[in-house]
């Protein structure tokens, strides 16, 4: 594997290519160089984790017998992240589903 150089960057754009086609690692580990403990380095990995639990959501979801109403209880359950459902923040009002709701 050719890199062109060593900066952040540059190792961000390598690792990119490398999990499009073999998919994210479970853990990955640094040699402590400066590239990696740069704020934008970090940012990428933040990232990739947020990637990673979107992908085990989504696979919870298409392994329920019903994924039409599994899907429907994830788009109407707010985010701990967000505080909004992702009804709410793409259609500005929550949805009505089978699940009880307090508010």
Do not use: H
Not at 68 to 94: C, D, F, K, N, W
Request: charged fraction near 20%; include cysteine; aromatic fraction near 8%.
């Amino acid at each position: 594997m050719y890199l062109p150089g060593t900066t952040a960057n540059t190792v961000i754009i390598k690792l990119k290519s490398i999990f499009a086609k073999w998919g994210i690692p479970l853990e990955l580990v640094p040699d402590n160089g400066p590239r990696f403990d740069s704020r934008m380095f970090k940012d990428f990995a933040s990232r990739n984790g947020e990637a990673e639990c979107a992908v085990k959501i989504a696979k919870s979801i298409l392994s329920q017998e019903d994924q039409i109403l599994a899907l429907m209880s994830y788009r109407s359950t707010p985010s701990t992240v967000t505080g909004y459902s992702p009804s709410e923040i793409m259609l500005q009002q929550q949805i009505r589903t089978t699940l009880p709701r307090y508010t």
